[in-house]
C-alpha cells in the first residue's frame, strides 16, 4: 500500500474515491441533459444557417443533424449512459486504475474540448457547449488530480490522449447505430 492510498488491496474503491469516479456518471449525465434539453431546437435552427453558410458540406450531414434531437438521439443517449455508467463503476470497482475508466475519462474532457471547438467554428452556441467550460473540462482536470494524488494515474501520452478521444468518437458512433436499432424494433420507432 503506497502513501497515498487508504484501502487494504490492490484494488478498490478507495484510491481515488467515489467523487472521481463515479463523479464521471454524474458529470456526463448533467453534461448530456443539456445536449437533450437544446439539441431538437439548435437543429431545427442553426442547421439551415450553417448549410447556407456551408455548401460544400454534403447533405447527408445537414440531414444527419437535422434529425439530432429527436427519439433516435435519445436512444444514442441511452446507450451511451451504458457506456459512461460502466467505465465509471469499473473506475470505482478499480480504485481509479481501469483503464477503460482513465480512458473514458480522458475522453470525456476531450470531447468536452471538442464542443468548445465546435461552437467557435459555428460562430454561435452548440448544444453541450455550456457545461463544457464549466462542467466537463474542469470535473475532468479535477478527477484527474485525485488519480495522480493517490498515485493510480497512468502516465498520458500523446497516443493516450488521442485513445481517450477516439473512444468517446466510438462510443458516441456506436450508440447511436445501436440507439437507431433499438428504436427501429420498438413501439416508438414504427
Same mark, same amino acid.
Do not use: C, I
Given at each position: 500500500?503506497?502513501?497515498?492510498?487508504?484501502?487494504?488491496?490492490?484494488?478498490?474503491?478507495?484510491?481515488?474515491?467515489?467523487?472521481?469516479?463515479?463523479?464521471?456518471?454524474?458529470?456526463?449525465?448533467? =453534461?448530456?441533459?443539456?445536449?437533450?434539453?437544446?439539441?431538437?431546437?439548435?437543429?431545427?435552427?442553426?442547421?439551415?444557417?450553417?448549410? +447556407?453558410? =456551408?455548401?460544400? &458540406?454534403?447533405?447527408? &450531414?445537414?440531414?444527419?443533424?437535422?434529425?439530432?434531437?429527436?427519439?433516435?438521439?435519445?436512444?444514442?443517449?441511452?446507450?451511451?449512459?451504458?457506456?459512461?455508467?460502466?467505465?465509471?463503476?469499473?473506475?470505482? $470497482?478499480?480504485?481509479?486504475?481501469?483503464?477503460?475508466?482513465?480512458?473514458?475519462?480522458?475522453?470525456?474532457?476531450? =470531447?468536452?474540448?471538442? =464542443?468548445?471547438?465546435? +461552437?467557435?467554428?459555428? $460562430?454561435?452556441?452548440?448544444?453541450?457547449?455550456?457545461?463544457?467550460?464549466?462542467?466537463?473540462?474542469?470535473?475532468?482536470?479535477?478527477?484527474?488530480?485525485?488519480?495522480?494524488?493517490?498515485?493510480?494515474?497512468?502516465?498520458? $501520452?500523446? $497516443?493516450?490522449?488521442?485513445?481517450?478521444? +477516439?473512444?468517446?468518437?466510438?462510443?458516441?458512433?456506436?450508440?447511436?447505430?445501436?440507439?437507431?436499432?433499438?428504436?427501429?424494433?420498438?413501439?416508438?420507432?414504427?
Amino acid at each position: 500500500m503506497d502513501e497515498h492510498s487508504t484501502h487494504t488491496s490492490e484494488f478498490g474503491p478507495a484510491a481515488a474515491g467515489a467523487a472521481a469516479t463515479l463523479g464521471l456518471f454524474a458529470a456526463w449525465a448533467v =453534461h448530456d441533459l443539456e445536449e437533450l434539453a437544446t439539441m431538437r431546437r439548435w437543429a431545427r435552427t442553426r442547421v439551415p444557417v450553417l448549410r +447556407a453558410r =456551408h455548401p460544400a &458540406v454534403p447533405e447527408r &450531414v445537414w440531414r444527419q443533424l437535422e434529425s439530432s434531437g429527436g427519439a433516435e438521439f435519445t436512444a444514442a443517449v441511452g446507450v451511451m449512459a451504458v457506456v459512461v455508467a460502466a467505465a465509471a463503476a469499473d473506475g470505482h $470497482r478499480t480504485g481509479g486504475r481501469s483503464g477503460f475508466y482513465q480512458g473514458a475519462l480522458t475522453g470525456f474532457g476531450l =470531447h468536452g474540448l471538442v =464542443h468548445v471547438g465546435q +461552437a467557435l467554428a459555428t $460562430r454561435g452556441y452548440t448544444p453541450g457547449v455550456v457545461t463544457s467550460p464549466l462542467l466537463v473540462v474542469p470535473f475532468t482536470l479535477w478527477a484527474r488530480g485525485r488519480l495522480r494524488r493517490a498515485g493510480v494515474l497512468r502516465p498520458t $501520452r500523446a $497516443r493516450d490522449a488521442a485513445y481517450g478521444l +477516439a473512444l468517446a468518437g466510438a462510443a458516441t458512433a456506436v450508440s447511436h447505430v445501436v440507439g437507431r436499432r433499438l428504436l427501429a424494433r420498438s413501439p416508438w420507432g414504427r
